[in-house]
């Protein structure tokens, strides 16, 4: 059986909480928590393949494993199976040596980070700490273990990269601009991934993953916030919710679909770059419109700026109002993916539509919100 080291660095209301494996992933959140949803994902995909994965998990107080309990062999006991579970933190490097060099993995993912964009303004040192410094730690633990010629490590970037976009669409070889304390952290990531490979000959690849999404996003992410809030409308539970800047453009797509693209760079013969996206832009404004759609109901927008509401035509009901404090100091206003590589090399492609993405979002929160209003 293959081993694989998996750290998922998970959020659960902006607290960070990690998954290892035989397979080492990290986790984390607006593309961003995703890592959490990424990790889950990347747990059931590689345990069906037969690996053995291992997780590092962040010590809590209380059990932060809900994206993967029905991973163990027991959930209701949480006893593990081909899913281990081991305490760490990518800001503890001796941890990172301990675990690694207990596991001996053959692959490593790290999900790991602070990944909430707005959210890095405010917590811009530890961002940097876990995100950019956290990578190095991560490298240099399969440096002190001897494990640079029998590892294969993938590294979770991200579109945030591009920022202030240089050229659309936006392809590996596209100048990088990131636009916030996140995109610069992970910036610094991307590169000392580029740096270990051609010092060491290590086999380490960058995934540039655009946004991608699922009912196990965060619930602090902009598109989760929607689907969560249109469920609460449709079942009568709240009247309406509060976003940012609603004409912010996004490549979307599945998580799921994602995190096969992870497996496969890690499957090619030489360590390469990949940009992973669907070549599609939806903005943040569409997402809304589709969402409330799916439940019956056709919002039409007046106003402008920060006084725009969005109003159910049927109803006469406001359910969308803007507010200023969901902007960014620098904003990211169109982000769109060239995934010509990984088609032409990995013979990867997405399988989800956005409208697909959206509805499956919407009817999972339904189904949350019906069972639990408080979720």
């Given at each position: ?5 998996l ?38 995909f ?69 990944s ?49 976009v ?109 940009v992973?996206?669907?070549?599609e832009v ?46 960014r ?44 209003p408080?979720?």
């Amino acid at each position: 059986m293959e081993g694989l080291f998996l750290q998922l660095w998970l959020f659960l209301e902006c607290l960070p909480i990690h998954l290892c494996g035989t397979a080492v992933n990290c986790s984390e959140g607006d593309e961003h928590c995703r890592k959490v949803q990424d990790g889950s994902y990347l747990a059931e995909f590689l345990l069906e393949k037969g690996y053995e994965v291992h997780g590092i998990v962040r010590r809590s107080s209380s059990f932060n494993t809900g994206r993967i309990e029905h991973l163990y062999k027991n959930s209701q006991a949480h006893i593990e199976g081909n899913m281990k579970l081991h305490y760490g933190d990518l800001t503890d490097s001796t941890c990172l040596v301990k675990i690694i060099n207990e596991v001996k993995p053959n692959e490593i993912y790290n999900l790991g980070a602070q990944s909430h964009v707005k959210i890095s303004f405010d917590l811009a040192e530890y961002t940097a700490d876990v995100d950019g410094v956290g990578t190095l730690r991560l490298l240099d633990a399969i440096k002190t273990c001897g494990l640079i010629n029998s590892v294969k490590f993938y590294q979770a970037s991200t579109s945030e990269l591009f920022g202030k976009v240089q050229e659309i669409p936006q392809k590996e070889t596209t100048p990088f601009y990131p636009r916030s304390p996140y995109g610069a952290a992970k910036l610094y990531a991307y590169w000392i991934v580029v740096n270990f490979r051609e010092a060491y000959n290590l086999f380490a690849v960058n995934g540039i993953l655009f946004n991608h999404e699922s009912p196990r996003r965060g619930a602090n992410f902009v598109t989760r916030k929607i689907s969560r809030s249109v469920a609460k409308i449709h079942l009568g539970q709240m009247d309406s919710f509060s976003l940012g800047n609603l004409d912010a453009k996004r490549d979307w797509g599945h998580a799921r679909d994602y995190v096969e693209a992870m497996w496969l760079m890690l499957q090619t013969d030489e360590p390469e770059d990949f940009v992973i996206a669907t070549g599609e832009v939806h903005s943040v404004r569409e997402f809304v419109e589709k969402s409330f759609k799916h439940i019956g109901k056709t919002i039409v927008w007046e106003g402008k700026n920060e006084n725009e509401v969005g109003r159910c035509k049927e109803t006469g009901k406001i359910h969308v109002t803007v507010n200023h404090k969901y902007y960014r100091p620098t904003e990211v206003d169109f982000l769109q993916g060239d995934c010509t590589k990984a088609r032409q090399k990995l013979n990867w492609k997405p399988r989800v539509t956005f409208d697909e993405l959206v509805r499956e979002m919407v009817d999972a929160d339904v189904e949350l919100m019906r069972s639990n209003p408080n979720a």
